[in-house]
């Protein structure tokens, strides 16, 4: 299952790892839903390279497309942001254990019982 | 562009990062990442991996065995490696191990993030069905 999740961790990281696919994901999170137009007007990038980069937002299960009359409208799914969250908590957690784990070894080294 | 010059979101918010500072020189700290039996004392039950570059091998904690690759190892200085869960290909993380020299000793840095956030390379359309295949 953590397996799982760093997969899907590894899929929002690299979402994210170009900089107007962030603007695009920060822009939905500000504003719920938004039309491809609407985004190319709001970020300085072209509304062809809008359009690719929902494309591969959505592919990555990261964005969901509704239509809406005549227009299609993006908006943000949040599991797999809440999966990569839990990805950071659970690595987080054991990176604090293992090196709570040398400070203990360190501090019985500095003073051998007995 | 603008864009380009903003930290990265991933590397701010989505990597794991934590630091210890201990009372040693960076020479003494060293055997803690580079000396397998060490490793063993705090980092892992189990490691059947050199700290070589290019070393491959096995971690057991106590979650389970992972297979790690030793990318690179600066010594006295870094040890940095991949590791994923056997079942889960799709599952790699980079580990990077680092001490640098402060006041008080030397602080250990652990920094450790999926491995595809790393912008090597601009996801092409093709890494769409990767990423699908990765939920």
Request: glycine share 6%.
């Given at each position: 299952m953590s397996a799982q999740r760093d997969a899907v961790a590894g899929a929002v990281f690299a979402a994210l790892s170009d900089p107007t696919r962030r603007a695009v994901v920060r822009r939905l999170s500000q504003v719920g839903s938004a039309t491809a137009s609407s985004l190319a007007a709001e970020l300085p990038v072209t509304r062809q390279a809008i359009s690719k980069h929902l494309v591969a937002l959505r592919e990555a299960g990261l964005v969901v497309a509704d239509p809406v009359g005549r227009e299609v409208r993006y908006r943000l799914t949040p599991?797999?942001?809440a999966d990569a969250m839990g990805w950071m908590a659970s690595t987080g957690a054991r990176w604090?254990?293992?090196?709570?784990?040398?400070?203990?070894?360190?501090?019985?080294?500095?003073?051998p019982p007995g | 562009m603008e864009l380009h010059n903003e930290p990265s979101l991933a590397e701010e918010c989505l990597a794991v990062r934590r630091e210890l500072v201990l009372p040693f020189t960076r020479e003494e700290a060293w055997p803690l990442l580079g000396?397998?039996?060490?490793?063993?004392?705090?980092?892992?039950?189990?490691?059947?991996?050199?700290?070589?570059e290019g070393a491959g091998g096995t971690v057991r904690t106590e979650e389970g065995e992972r297979i790690a690759v030793v990318e690179e190892v600066v010594p006295g200085r870094r040890v940095t490696f991949r590791w994923r869960d056997p079942a889960e290909p799709e599952s790699v993380t980079l580990v990077d191990l680092t001490l640098d020299d402060v006041p008080e000793g030397t602080r250990l840095v652990v920094?450790?993030?999926?491995?595809?956030?790393?912008?090597v390379a601009p996801a092409a359309p093709s890494g769409g069905p990767q990423l699908v295949a990765a939920r």
């Amino acid at each position: 299952m953590s397996a799982q999740r760093d997969a899907v961790a590894g899929a929002v990281f690299a979402a994210l790892s170009d900089p107007t696919r962030r603007a695009v994901v920060r822009r939905l999170s500000q504003v719920g839903s938004a039309t491809a137009s609407s985004l190319a007007a709001e970020l300085p990038v072209t509304r062809q390279a809008i359009s690719k980069h929902l494309v591969a937002l959505r592919e990555a299960g990261l964005v969901v497309a509704d239509p809406v009359g005549r227009e299609v409208r993006y908006r943000l799914t949040p599991a797999p942001f809440a999966d990569a969250m839990g990805w950071m908590a659970s690595t987080g957690a054991r990176w604090d254990e293992r090196l709570a784990r040398l400070e203990r070894r360190l501090a019985e080294r500095a003073a051998p019982p007995g | 562009m603008e864009l380009h010059n903003e930290p990265s979101l991933a590397e701010e918010c989505l990597a794991v990062r934590r630091e210890l500072v201990l009372p040693f020189t960076r020479e003494e700290a060293w055997p803690l990442l580079g000396d397998r039996a060490e490793l063993e004392t705090w980092f892992a039950d189990e490691v059947s991996v050199d700290i070589e570059e290019g070393a491959g091998g096995t971690v057991r904690t106590e979650e389970g065995e992972r297979i790690a690759v030793v990318e690179e190892v600066v010594p006295g200085r870094r040890v940095t490696f991949r590791w994923r869960d056997p079942a889960e290909p799709e599952s790699v993380t980079l580990v990077d191990l680092t001490l640098d020299d402060v006041p008080e000793g030397t602080r250990l840095v652990v920094v450790e993030l999926p491995v595809r956030s790393l912008p090597v390379a601009p996801a092409a359309p093709s890494g769409g069905p990767q990423l699908v295949a990765a939920r």
